[in-house]
């Protein structure tokens, strides 16, 4: 997930000043911000201007994004190669695809985003780190679906997911921890009831992500 992405997946219809979307996006320095929201103001995806943020209520100069539509071409642009054809990031159920949904689905829901990996670069690190509404820390470990070998690559994909919350409970105690999957494969769907005995003991929250963009929280 590029930071052109991050910042894309939690623009809302309301204007947002730049400020409040590094906090939001973790995209820093603030900066890159400006940089990208400028571009994005130059290819007609937002308008930038003088106004009063809906976030920290202080006149700034805030960006709104036009469409739903500019956002989705958006983010499928920057899903081509150098040589401008597309690759597995165009899919809905792309790692960053599906890490872009539920980013966005967090900050509608009133959460705060402390940082996103570059899921693109395959970056160490949590794939999402957030504040709940009511003051925890999440932390997210996020899977997409693979497109060769799908049934064995995804068992792996999904084991994969499952040791990062293994290793999550390690490192911190009292976070609260969640899986994100796209929805839909029968592989994820029959898995998951599979480690019921681990959701006992090491509570996490799954949120599945479905083609048309919906997000559900189980």
């Known amino acids: 997930m590029t930071n052109k992405d991050r910042i894309l997946s939690v623009m809302t219809t309301q204007e947002i000043c730049d400020d409040c979307l590094s906090d939001q996006s973790g995209v820093r320095p603030r900066q890159t911000v400006y940089s990208i929201c400028r571009t994005l103001s130059q290819e007609s995806v937002i308008t930038r201007n003088q106004g009063k943020c809906n976030l920290c209520r202080k006149p700034k100069l805030v960006s709104l994004l036009l469409s739903n539509q500019s956002s989705k071409k958006e983010v499928a642009s920057s899903s081509l190669d150098v040589n401008n054809e597309p690759s597995q990031t165009t899919d809905w159920f792309w790692e960053g695809n599906v890490q872009a949904k539920v ?48 049934n064995v690559q995804a068992r792996h994909w999904f084991s994969q997911a499952v040791f990062d919350l293994v290793l999550y409970r390690g490192e911190g105690p009292n976070v609260k921890l969640a899986l994100a999957l796209p929805d839909g494969f029968v592989t994820y769907l029959n898995l998951l009831p599979r480690i019921n005995w681990l959701k006992q003991t090491t509570p996490f929250q799954v949120f599945w992500v479905s083609e048309d963009g919906k997000v559900r929280r189980e």
């Open 103 to 150: 980013v966005g689905y967090l900050v509608k829901n009133g959460y705060d985003i402390r940082s996103v990996s570059d899921t693109a670069s395959r970056a160490p690190g949590k794939d999402i780190v957030a504040i709940t509404p009511d003051g925890n820390e999440l932390w997210i470990s996020v899977k997409g679906y693979p497109e060769k070998s799908p």
